[in-house]
Every structure is written in C-alpha cells, then in structure tokens.
C-alpha cells in the first residue's frame, strides 16, 4: 500500500504538498514535468540523478530557492515506529494551544466532522441572542466572523469570544502545573466514526490524492502525503482522549452523529459547557440553519468545492482488506475510541 508524494519547500521555510500518487512512475513523471515548469519559468535548476530532488533558484534572486522532493510512505512495522516518533517530537513541542488562552470558549475538532456546520449553526444562534449580524455564508471568509481561528480579531467584542481549531492537544496540555500556571479556557471537542471521516476527506481531496481509495486507507505516519488521514485522527483522539479523561469537567465531547439527532441539543450542550445561556429561540434558529436544505441557500457560488456532500455518497468504499488494515492500525495505536467500539471492549475515554 505504498503511496508517493511531491512535496515543496522555499527558502523561506514554507511547504506544500504538491501531490500524491498510487505509483513511482507516476510520481516521476510530475517531477518532470516540475522540471519543464522550471525551465519555461527560466529557473536554473538541477535534477539528482534519481529524479527524486529538484533544485531550482532564480539567477537574478539570489534568496530565491525552490527544493521539490519525492519520498515514499511507510507501511508495516516501519510506519508504527515512525507514528511513535512523530508523535513524541510533534506532541512535545507544538504548544500554540498554550499561547491562545484568553476565551469564553474553543471549539475544537476533527477534520471533516462536520466543523463547518457546528460553527454555521453556533454563530447564527449566537447572531440571533445578541441581536448581530450572522455570516452571509458558510463555506468562505465569513463564516469565521464571529468564531474564527485563534488569531483572528474578535468582530463583535460584546458577544462571547469563541474560536475554534483542528489542533491536537499537546502533552503539557494536561498538566496540573501547567494548568495552574496559565489558566486555560474550556474546551468543546467535536469527534466523528473514523470510517465516514475517511472516505469524506478522500472525496474532498481525492483530485489532489492520485491514489486509491485502499492506499489512502494505509495513510502516512509522516504526516507528510496527505493533509489528513488515519494517522493524523489518531493522534487528534488520543491526545484529546488522555485531556478529556483527566479533565473531564473542563472538556467537553460532542459526537457528529449525536448532532445529527438533534441539533439543537448539541448546540445547547456546547453553550452549556461554555457557561453562555442562549435563548431557545436562538437554539432553535441555530438548529433550524444547519439543515443541509436551509445551508444550500447560503452556499458562495464563487467557491466551487461541495461542502454539502451527502452522507455515503461518493465511490470510496472499504473492502474487506481495508477493514482488516484499518482494525490492525487502530488496534496498535488508537487509545481512546470516544465509545465508537471499534474494539470487542471499550477502550480509554468513551465520552
């Protein structure tokens, strides 16, 4: 289930992934054609006699530096150990949760469970209470006007201050000392069945994702072939697992598929934990917007990617290896699984 992937790196520090793909020779070839680029772009540029590095720079700018390289993912025991590493350097050093304390509350979830959809119906409740004008749409800019990222300013200072993230919690997140040292704010987490997580992150990216649906399924534990994947929701889990588990009263866990019972009782959950008390009507309101119905009339026609993608839908399907090689993956790595028994016994914090 090997996967191969392009990534590029500038001189100044910056990376991106330029693809990823289900063969070497398919993956040679874009370095080819990279190569092509760079000589149309009239770069000067050197091929390793492997095809596996190309450098390019800019004669008349010297600080300009291009490096692409294609590396290859990791399977079997290999990748287990290389997860256990990425894990310890990743988790002990990235701390920007510690740096962004100052909230009434932070949304934290799973990529592609459902976070667009949970801050579409949190901001237009929170629009409704306090008399503010919601986001105009739910899959651009604006839809982080009253909860955005971290860094972002707060476009109504007299509504509660809520932000939201994808990142995973670090270990010193659960430190007592830690915790008495910098007072943290509440933490709302959002979590998903991996299963439908899978195939709705291959669906979205799959044009960017050469590879079939089985070899995406085996992921990398590098963290370096796709933007999301097995591996990466493992760590999310595990990490915020082990924070729930010990702080059980300042986390707070929400499953997509509860939402998709009643929307307007996860949403009072999440206020709840927050100490905000909306008004039902405004529940209500946020409730009624997060209908797949209702949310197609806020769509940006100028934003071609189909956010309201219909659960199931789409050719990704686990065949009964992928089942198998996803079971074996969890088995080995997952701590935590939220209560989605994925095991014969429930295993680490069930929510």
Same mark, same amino acid.
């Given at each position: ?53 190309? #450098? ?19 399977? !079997?025991?290999?990748?287990? &150990? ?66 955005? =990222? ?17 990142? #995973? ?16 704010? =509440?933490?709302?987490?959002? #979590?998903?069945?991996?299963?439908? @997580? ?14 079939? @649906? ?24 595990? &990490? ?52 797949? *119905? ?16 219909? *659960?199931?839908? !789409? ?6 290896? *992928? ?8 088995? &080995? ?19």
């Amino acid at each position: 289930m090997t996967a191969y992937y392009i990534r590029k790196k500038t001189s100044t520090g910056s990376t991106q992934l330029i693809g990823t793909y289900g063969n070497a020779d398919a993956a040679r070839a874009e370095m080819l054609q990279l190569r092509y680029q760079a000589a149309d772009n009239e770069l000067s540029h050197t091929l390793s006699p492997c095809g596996r590095r190309l #450098v390019c720079a800019n004669d008349d700018t010297s600080s300009l530096r291009i490096t692409y390289e294609l590396r290859e993912t990791l399977t !079997g025991e290999g990748a287990d &150990r290389a997860f256990r590493r990425f894990c310890l350097n990743r988790d002990s050093f990235a701390l920007a949760m510690l740096k962004y304390r100052n909230f009434d509350g932070f949304f934290v979830s799973g990529q592609n469970s459902g976070t667009q959809w949970v801050k579409w119906m949190m901001s237009h409740a929170l629009a409704h209470h306090y008399n503010v004008t919601p986001p105009r749409y739910f899959d651009n800019k604006s839809s982080n006007d009253i909860i955005g =990222h971290p860094r972002h300013p707060q476009l109504y200072p007299q509504i509660p201050h809520i932000v939201s993230t994808h990142s #995973v919690a670090p270990y010193v997140l659960g430190s007592k000392l830690v915790r008495k040292l910098f007072p943290l704010p =509440h933490y709302a987490l959002l #979590v998903r069945d991996i299963r439908p @997580f899978l195939i709705s992150h291959y669906e979205k990216w799959r044009f960017k994702y050469k590879v079939s @649906f089985s070899q995406y399924i085996a992921g990398d534990p590098q963290a370096n072939a796709y933007y999301g994947d097995v591996w990466w929701y493992i760590r999310f889990l595990n &990490r915020w697992g082990d924070v729930a588990s010990r702080y059980p009263a300042e986390t707070f866990v929400t499953r997509y598929e509860d939402v998709q019972k009643n929307r307007a009782q996860a949403l009072r959950g999440i206020f709840s934990h927050f100490g905000i008390a909306l008004s039902d009507e405004a529940l209500q309101a946020g409730a009624h917007i997060g209908a797949k *119905d209702v949310m197609a009339a806020y769509k940006d026609p100028t934003v071609i990617e189909d956010s309201l993608r219909p *659960d199931g839908r !789409g050719d990704a399907a686990f065949t009964a290896a *992928d089942e198998a090689l996803l079971d074996g993956i969890l088995d &080995r790595h997952l701590k935590h699984d939220f209560g989605y028994r994925y095991f014969s016994q429930p295993r680490g914090f069930q929510g």
